[in-house]
């Protein structure tokens, strides 16, 4: 090639505007490279760190990702927001990573979990458990919470492990043996958590092994609850031995944890329990209160081999216990468990059904014991008229007037307590006819109610 002549200014010109232009561009080359956001992971096991491109992660399956139109704005403000004095920033911060799940959002994180403030920590924690369930990051996410669950000196540990359990099911289980395997009630509480939200068969053994360690009556039930929960036969075995303990809490909370399954074979099998004398009260007033009530109290009440004092007890418990708790859809199965008992031979167990309708408190009950009004036993009726205080409405408060004449005193004024509220001008005839009533307390009463009727205007 011949050399280009000194002489020649126009190729010098030309050759000096290539050199600028490759120039130019190289500087801006490096300008952007120099100001792509960064983006600081910690190496696992080690206490280093290291900057990567915000818009070159690798994603779970090790492939690059570039984008150079991403924005990453996000990224650039939760950076700052790593040394921000303001817990509540930092906080902040880290709730707002939700909204971003990805492998990158969980590198970044990783920094938070370093925090000196709990409260920080804690929402990273949450935050990896939202972005592993809500992205394909859940195996990245779980190590990292199976890691920090292992690792005796994070204050959180626990909340790790619990949330990793969340991710993680089946896996973490070795984990939670190494809880289990720690002195302290804590660390078996937390034990206890993770397996209810593993919640599978593979629970129950360290379930089986976990129950003797535990002193605790809280953690204890809510052991008895997973296994209900796992209803698996080796579970359900488990229970029901633990419902023949002598320690009368480990009694109920496991009995307690079989009716709430309302299971007919379960529910069987503990109405014969309760038939053969074998439960402690508190378990009965417990079963009283569970879905599976209707069920083993009606399967009892029926039984004709059941002894009466069997009957009124189960009854008293009832009336007694079952309207505290349940919803409405429950107390209606109750009061149709007891209804056939108001019709019984026996007044002693009308009685005591009567007491149970109206302690259960279910829709429709007084239609139920109107009729009982009518009883030729002087007990029975009383009873009913009591029993009716707190259901009578304007619509069926008549079928006790003619009870203000009942053979029995204080029937008589039971029935009067009841329909004050709401007799009228339709019920002149009855006050006038009880002012000569020979219950001195009727009749002035009856005197006091006409007056009321005459002084109200006519409707």
């Not at 919470?145 to 292992?150: D, G, Q, S, T, V």
């Not at 002193?215 to 633990?242: H, M, V, W």
């Amino acid at each position: 090639m011949s050399r280009i002549s000194a002489k020649s200014p126009l190729l010098w010109l030309i050759l000096l505007s290539i050199l600028c232009t490759v120039g130019y561009a190289s500087i801006v080359h490096h300008r952007k490279s120099a100001m792509r956001p960064l983006t600081m992971v910690v190496h696992k096991n080690t206490d280093k760190t290291s900057p990567i491109p915000a818009e070159v992660i690798s994603n779970d399956n090790g492939k690059a990702i570039e984008d150079e139109k991403k924005d990453t704005s996000w990224l650039e403000s939760t950076s700052k927001a790593l040394t921000d004095p303001n817990v509540s920033a930092r906080v902040r911060a880290v709730s707002d990573l939700r909204k971003h799940p990805s492998s990158e959002t969980v590198y970044l994180l990783l920094n938070f979990l370093e925090d000196k403030d709990s409260a920080v920590v804690s929402e990273a924690i949450d935050t990896l458990g939202f972005i592993g369930l809500n992205s394909d990051t859940a195996d990245l996410v779980y190590e990292i919470l199976e890691e920090k669950a292992r690792d005796k000196s994070f204050a959180l540990r626990g909340q790790a492990l619990v949330t990793a359990a969340i991710i993680g099911k089946n896996r973490v289980l070795p984990v939670v043996s190494d809880f289990m395997s720690e002195g302290n009630s804590h660390a078996k509480d937390l034990a206890v958590r993770a397996l209810s939200l593993i919640g599978s068969p593979a629970c129950v053994p360290y379930i089986e092994a976990l129950l003797p360690q535990i002193d605790d009556p809280e953690i204890r039930r809510n052991s008895f609850n997973i296994l209900a929960k796992i209803d698996t036969s080796e579970a359900l075995g488990l229970l029901q031995e633990y419902v023949h303990s002598s320690n009368d809490r480990d009694q109920t909370a496991s009995a307690f944890a079989l009716s709430r399954l309302n299971s007919p074979e379960l529910n069987e099998m503990l109405a014969d329990e309760i038939q053969e004398k074998r439960l402690e009260k508190d378990t009965l007033r417990a079963l009283a209160t569970s879905p599976g009530a209707p069920s083993i109290f009606g399967d009892l009440l029926q039984r004709e081999n059941a002894e009466k004092d069997q009957k009124v007890s189960w009854l008293k418990t009832l009336a007694k216990y079952s309207s505290a708790y349940g919803p409405s859809e429950r107390r209606t199965e109750l009061k149709e468990a007891v209804e056939p008992l108001l019709d019984s031979p026996d007044a002693t167990i009308q009685k005591e059904a009567i007491r149970a309708m109206a302690g259960i408190g279910a829709e429709d009950t007084d239609k139920a014991l109107i009729p009982k009004l009518e009883s030729k036993d002087p007990e029975v009726r009383k009873e009913t008229a009591f029993s009716l205080i707190g259901y009578v409405t304007p619509k069926n408060y008549k079928a006790l007037l003619d009870l203000l004449w009942d053979d029995d005193q204080e029937t008589g004024r039971i029935a009067l307590m009841c329909v004050e509220q709401f007799v009228d001008e339709s019920d002149r005839e009855s006050l006038e006819k009880a002012k000569d009533h020979p219950d001195e307390l009727i009749s002035k009463h009856a005197s006091i109610l006409l007056d009321r009727v005459l002084a109200s205007p006519v409707q």
